[in-house]
């Protein structure tokens, strides 16, 4: 382990991989990621692998449209083809007037913005799962190119591409604390040792509120728990999109490349740092996914886990410059968006770092909002 | 083919109501109180599915836990055709790879779940499970007892031997017969049993645990109570070989349940690997139910089994080959032959030594390995220790493992064998009822010092080494 980096990154997930990726790109040279556990454990590998485009508002849209770009090509790009987005489509269930009046809205802004998803019929919907019950559904909204991608895929090509590049990846490296002096970053403190750093990217989304408080900057990012759960397999391609339903409990699901179902409920515990699978959540599961798709009660869950979310109060990420103390980075709180955001805030911050500004609505994310009291609409936290 | 004349069991008294099944839209005869796979099997039907790359598949474990046997009943892909109970004009169909989901769009009524209320919940009905109802309730705990496989008993329903031991540790008696004076016992007891029904998870509740469970493959039912005990048993370990998944290979527990649970007869002809006590109690059974065993394999260099079983069978003239295995199964869609080979120092087989084997079947007798999912998902701590044949929970001298009010006992705490399985039943049993606070303190302390002597002394032995090794391991101090 390097003594002296440029940049430091804590936390091995997505968004620290990903940073550290766009920031090798751009050149930048002694970048080392510390990872209190292995890569990919703290959530990322818990996550539900959706990507989607279908956000209400325009800073949201245009970061996940430039995601979707970069999950297509990414694998290509670091020449590990096994990882590819799945461009399998988005598909919410809509059950009032209201809410297809809301999303009637939200395709507008998406359509203008370039995203190409639509209201369909209930009919329509079932043409594309056609295990549904459509007999309360009144609309759909869809967007063909929303998907999802592997995140033990992503994880794994990323590091070995980073590694390729020189990044230095440090697992089971737990970062004690942020080392500052006369308003500057000076390093990290980790259980292995001291490192001195010109910057400090704090990427520990449900952890990045530990380091922040020992500085003293009060950015509200909390622990909440989540699960999810995985079914058996069954024959491939009868669920291909993420089928959402806010209806069920916020339910989301969709099957996997190997047959088996990946998805959740919206049901969450918090703030907490306790992630122990309730018995709660899986019967709501149970419940509201064959409400979904009725056949579903013959498919059996085989594995749930849990994992945070770590919550804004708008459940929009914290991404920026921290203005108290120099050379310190933030880029956390993706409250349970993190892994589809990733390629697009791991850009912006690249850019943010190496050349002081960004050309993506990075402004969106701004991190000191909540102090303003400028908090943003709810980002639909979902999938 | 079923078994009309055993020297133990009389299979045509025990034998429910004929009804027919549909396998494939054949009709075909079976009996209630039989699982589907095992009525196939006694119509001569091997092949229960097909793999993704389209492998035949047949039975393999015959309790439930290997997944080897699914196929789709009325409709619905997956069923563990093992343990579920045939009933009249059902359709049974193989599976080809995954399954399309079955054409249902009516959505479920959704019941509340069944809520079971006791103060101790034990999950598995073995000789460890049912030992445990019985002490616990002896000591004034209410008890609450679920198991997936429809009979009571565990794996003593399949042993047709004499036990060896002390006479209160059911010495001389065959298994099959100490399960129903247990069965019996626990139900004298008041002990509120739930069969064919499967644990899926447990929780905590407040100060208490929830054991949340599916009945039947339909309904939900919630156990709560104050303590747990888990005595889910152990599932048949595999070894690598060519086709070792050939329908035919059946586990050595698998074969038992045919012919000595339902009266069928697993083949013609048998070739068993394993010169354990499994392997050579096996030969002795296959040949009460009137099947020829050709030969016993044993790679390790000497017999495992105890001496007087492994003498019983070679005075029978089956023989014993040590340090030799088996190389591959051969067949269509079903063992037809098995080869064999001779092994040297170092475990590689000998050239020339080949030996071929016209066979149906191919008895694994290679091991257990405990059953700790439900532990590990309560998130009990789990170490790998050899001499106990896989991973373990650790557990204090009660039983109780590192979560508060959950204990285990059998061999899910390690594998032995059904005499300490009872003995360790007991222990979590007392335990766990003065856990609840429902036992006298003085004589549940008196008692539970008996019952761990008594599981020293029939530990103390050469046999016993490696359990005594293997608790050094897993015991908190």
Redesign the interface.
């Known amino acids: 382990m390097k003594n002296k980096v440029n940049i430091a990154i804590i936390g091995g997930g997505i968004i620290g991989l990903y940073t550290a990726y766009e920031l090798a790109k751009r050149g930048v040279e002694n970048i080392a990621v510390y990872e209190k556990n292995y890569i990919g454990s703290g959530s990322t590998f818990r996550c539900g692998t959706g990507i989607r485009q279908q956000f209400g508002d325009e800073a949201n849209i245009k970061m996940m449209k430039r995601s979707v770009e970069k999950w297509s090509t990414v694998g290509e790009e670091i020449n590990f083809p096994p990882l590819k987005m799945a461009k399998t489509g988005y598909l919410f269930l809509l059950y009032s007037e209201k809410e297809v009046e809301q999303y009637k809205k939200n395709v507008a802004l998406q359509n203008s913005l370039g995203v190409p998803s639509k209201i369909i019929t209930p009919e329509e919907a079932q043409e594309i799962v056609p ?1 549904l ?1 459509i007999s309360e559904v009144v609309a759909a909204s869809w967007n063909p190119t929303d998907g999802k991608a592997n995140p033990f895929l992503a994880v794994y090509g990323l590091s070995k591409a980073l590694k390729k590049m020189g990044v230095e990846i440090n697992e089971y490296t737990e970062v004690k604390e942020i080392k500052v002096k006369d308003g500057a970053v000076e390093g990290v403190k980790t259980e292995k040792g001291d490192v001195k750093a010109d910057i400090v990217l704090n990427a520990a989304n449900a952890w990045a509120k530990i380091f922040n408080e020992k500085l003293g900057v009060k950015i509200p990012i909390e622990p909440y728990k989540h699960q999810g759960i995985v079914t ?5 391609g ?1 669920i291909k999109p993420m089928v959402v339903s806010f209806k069920h409990g916020g339910a989301y699901l969709t099957q996997k490349p190997n ?1 088996g179902i990946i998805g959740g409920i919206a049901l969450k515990y918090g703030p907490t740092w306790d992630i ?4 709660e959540f ?2 709501e599961v149970a ?1 509201n996914f ?2 979904i ?8 869950i085989i594995r ?1 886990w849990g994992g945070y979310y770590a919550e804004t109060p708008d459940h929009n990420a914290t991404i920026g410059k921290i203005n108290e103390i120099e050379g310190y980075y933030l880029s956390a709180g993706f409250s349970g968006h993190g892994f589809m955001l990733a390629p697009a805030a791991a850009e912006g911050m690249a850019e943010l770092i190496t050349k002081g500004s960004s050309s993506l609505p990075l402004d969106f994310y701004d991190p000191y909002r909540f102090e303003r009291g400028e908090l943003r609409e709810h980002a639909i936290q979902m999938g | 083919m079923r078994i009309e004349e055993h020297p133990v069991i009389d299979f045509t008294r025990k034998r429910g109501k004929k009804v027919t099944i549909y396998f494939e839209g054949k009709p075909i005869e079976a009996y209630e109180g039989e699982p589907i796979a095992e009525a196939l099997h006694a119509a001569g039907i091997r092949v229960l599915n097909f793999t993704p790359n389209g492998r035949p598949r047949g039975l393999f474990c015959a309790i439930g836990k290997c997944s080897s046997c699914l196929m789709k009943v009325n409709g ?3 069923v563990r055709t093992c343990i579920t109970l045939v009933e009249d004009g059902m359709k049974i169909e193989r599976q080809h ?12 009524k ?1 019941k509340d ?1 069944e809520k079971i209320e006791a103060d101790v919940i034990i999950i598995g009905g073995g000789p460890a499970g049912l030992m445990a109802a019985i002490k616990a309730s002896e000591h004034g705990a209410k008890v609450a007892l679920l198991d997936e496989n429809p009979i009571l008993g565990g794996q003593l329903v399949k042993q047709t031997h004499k036990f060896f031991g002390k006479r209160e540790q059911f010495a001389g008696v065959r298994g099959v017969k100490i399960a129903e004076i247990i069965a019996e016992e626990a139900k004298k007891k008041g002990v509120d049993i739930h069969l064919e029904t499967s644990a ?2 447990i ?2 509740n407040g100060e208490g645990k ?1 054991v ?1 469970a599916v009945k039947k493959n339909k309904k ?1 039912v919630e156990f709560y109570g104050k303590a747990v005990i888990v005595a889910t048993g152990a599932m048949e370990k595999m070894i690598p070989f060519e086709n070792n998944d050939l329908p035919g290979v059946y586990g050595a527990g698998a074969i038992q349940t045919l012919m000595n649970t339902y009266g069928i007869q697993p083949g013609k002809r048998v070739l068993i690997v394993g010169a354990g006590n499994v392997g050579v109690i096996l030969a002795y059974q296959l040949l009460q139910a009137g099947v020829e065993v050709v030969a016993v394999v044993e790679a390790m260099p000497k017999v495992g089994a105890y001496f007087v079983h492994a003498a019983k069978i070679r005075r029978l003239g089956i023989p014993i080959y040590t340090k030799h295995t088996i190389l591959r199964a051969e067949g269509k869609e079903k063992v037809e032959r098995a080869v064999v080979a001779q092994l040297d120092d170092n475990w590689k087989p000998i050239p020339g030594t080949e030996k071929t084997y016209d066979v149906d079947i191919v008895a694994l007798a290679v091991g257990l390995r405990p059953s700790i999912e439900l532990l590990h998902q309560a ?1 009990a701590q789990a170490i790998y220790v050899r001499e106990l044949s896989g991973y373990v929970v650790r557990h204090d001298d009660r039983m109780e493992t590192t979560i508060k009010g959950i204990f285990v006992a059998g061999d899910s705490s390690g594998i032995e064998e059904a005499t300490t399985a009872m003995l360790e039943g007991k222990l979590a049993g007392i335990a766990a009822a003065l856990f609840v606070g429902k036992a006298d303190v003085k004589n549940a302390m008196e008692e539970m010092e008996k019952v761990r002597k008594d599981l020293d002394e029939f530990r103390s032995g050469p046999f016993g080494q490696r359990t005594r090794i293997g608790e050094k391991k897993v015991m908190i101090k």
């Open positions: 295990g019950d058996e397999p069954f024959k491939v009868e047959g122990t699978p309730t018995y899986l019967r419940k064959s409400k798709i009725p056949a579903l009660k013959y498919i059996t749930q | 619905i892909p997956n790879g995954l399954e399309p989901l079955p054409k249902d769009y009516k959505p479920p959704w779940a899926i998870g929780f905590p929830l949340t939900l998130g």
